[in-house]
């Protein structure tokens, strides 16, 4: 190859080798670029997923309190660029327990709000709406807003006809609503089989839990379907591990259930002492009854409520006194003794003085007022309807409140009596500072067929609940309502363990109800659950 060839290669060899070392600078300078700006894409998504969680934090903080106020355009900063929050218009004395609101059934939607959201069906509503901050606060952080929804139901109206809540601090004990104990008599034994017929709740697995529970623990009685809430990373459902029993069909054998592992938002019942910020509001405790924390969401203030408004007053029954009775004829209530009771309660008289204290309570009495009763009797009479007429009639009657708390000295109300059957709708409270017992009992013939109709919700507050089934094996007890408790609830194990002898069912069945009540909605005589659903829009 001549001179001139090898300089042609060799200049050619120098051409392509710049090219390429230009290429691979200008490549990586391109990369670096890229890089830079994936950096800077990935901090302002972390900034807007941190305000994100900023605004869930702050509304949970302040919200969910009892007349919360937030000044507006009140700055929440994190360090520049790292997510922060304006409060925008802000908010003043906000009582999410105590707002009636319903947006508007007819709208399929109103965006962004959908009433169809966390649970079906409608809740009481308002909403608040955040922002970023002005960008000298905020830097680079884009624009965004926060919407937040909070809502309120009880749980019982919407389809969680069984919740079962976390048992009373420092209890050590398991919260049993599953074991069975087989035995005879009237207090020999206790069994866990019944009907739901809808949505089991537990709120906090390992309540149900001591060293001695079998894990997987199986509920034994049948539900349409389960749900177990887990709060905190502790108490997981990995650690607590829960399952069921779904409702047989066509008298085949039942089949496990497992719980939905669908995500949720938190629920609370609302402040359960006087401690701040989020404290034990969402930890699962229930505290609805007499809860001067919580006044919004507190059946005695509901009570006193309705004496304000001028639509119900409140008996008070904390004395007794033979013959004593309402004072508005004919009277809805009555006391007296003896001691040869028509409905001897269990082990009499055994236990008890030498004449027994009863209250009977007239449900269809349009002078019934709420009551609240402590530990003075010994037994109550629960008194339904006498016919098919009354029972329908009754059905659209102001629902009332009845709440049954010990005396202060220790002595409680074990022995309650349900007759015929109800339409009336009512709360029936129970609140105690220990597991003491109390028998539920469903007595005389129902008005037609075989099935005691009871329209009633159930709120047990650490009291042993054990529902009693009729004496004739062939009766069944319907309950048109459902049960929040966080203690102990069972059947005796007398009589036939079939487990639709005990069934809960929505308050809405056709079977019991009749007409709407008079006065106000239903839904704003009964502890409610509040939660918030947010839409962030960037």
């Not at 005389?444 to 009291?463: K, S």
Request: overall charge neutral; aromatic content about 10%.
């Amino acid at each position: 190859m001549t001179t001139g060839a090898l300089m042609a290669v060799s200049l050619m060899l120098l051409v392509v080798a710049g090219l390429f070392i230009s290429s691979w600078v200008s490549l990586m300078n391109v990369r670096a670029m890229q890089v830079s700006f994936m950096e800077d894409f990935s901090r302002r998504r972390v900034a807007l997923e941190t305000s994100r969680q900023l605004g869930r934090e702050l509304t949970y903080l302040a919200a969910f309190q009892r007349n919360s106020s937030l000044a507006a355009q009140t700055d929440f900063l994190l360090d520049t660029g790292e997510g922060s929050i304006n409060s925008s218009d802000g908010w003043s004395g906000l009582n999410l327990y105590s707002n009636t609101f319903f947006p508007a059934l007819s709208t399929g939607s109103v965006y962004p709000y959908n009433y169809t959201g966390f649970r079906p069906g409608a809740a009481y509503y308002s909403s608040e709406r955040l922002t970023r901050p002005a960008e000298a606060q905020s830097g680079v952080l884009d624009d965004f807003e926060s919407w937040h929804f909070f809502k309120s139901m009880s749980p019982l109206l919407a389809g969680d006809l069984f919740c079962v809540y976390r048992k009373p601090e420092g209890v050590t004990t398991a919260l049993d609503i599953h074991t069975e104990v087989p035995g005879s008599g009237s207090d020999a034994g206790h069994i866990a089989k019944w009907i739901v017929q809808g949505r089991t709740v537990i709120r906090h697995a390992p309540s149900l839990f001591v060293p001695t529970t079998p894990s997987p623990l199986k509920l034994p009685f049948q539900t349409k379907s389960l749900y177990v809430q887990s709060q905190t990373a502790s108490d997981t459902t990995v650690a607590h591990p829960i399952y069921g029993t779904a409702i047989s069909t066509g008298g085949g054998p039942s089949s496990d259930l497992l719980p939905s592992n669908l995500p949720a938002t938190l629920t609370t019942t609302g402040p359960v002492d006087s401690s701040t910020g989020v404290g034990k509001s969402y930890d699962g405790y229930l505290n609805v009854i007499n809860n001067s924390h919580n006044p919004d969401n507190s059946l005695w203030n509901f009570q006193a409520r309705e004496a304000a408004a001028g639509r119900n007053q409140t008996d008070v029954i904390d004395v007794f006194v033979h013959g004593r009775q309402a004072s508005v004829n004919p009277p809805a209530w009555w006391m007296y003794e003896t001691a040869s009771p028509t409905y001897p309660p269990p082990n009499w008289p055994s236990g008890y003085e030498p004449k027994l204290r009863i209250l009977n309570i007239v449900l269809g009495s349009a002078t019934l007022r709420n009551l609240r009763i402590s530990g003075v009797v010994n037994q109550i009479v629960f008194v339904g309807q006498s016919n098919t007429n009354d029972f329908k009639n009754a059905s659209k009657l102001q629902p009332v409140i009845i709440t049954i708390l010990p005396d202060g000295s220790g002595r409680w109300i074990r022995d309650i009596r349900f007759e015929r059957e109800n339409s009336r709708r009512h709360v029936l409270a129970f609140k105690s500072d220990s597991a003491r017992d109390v028998d539920l009992n469903w007595i005389n013939a129902p008005l037609t067929g075989d099935t005691h109709r009871w329209r009633c919700m159930f709120i047990n507050e650490y009291h042993t609940l054990f529902f009693n089934m009729p004496g004739n094996a062939t009766r069944n007890v319907h309950i048109y309502g459902g049960i929040m408790t966080n203690w102990t609830v069972k059947r005796r194990a007398q009589g036939s363990p079939n487990p639709s002898r005990l069934v809960f069912r929505a308050d809405e069945d056709p079977s019991a109800s009749g007409y709407a009540p008079e006065g106000p909605a239903f839904s704003t005589f009964l502890p409610r659950e509040a939660w918030q659903e947010t839409y962030f829009r960037p």
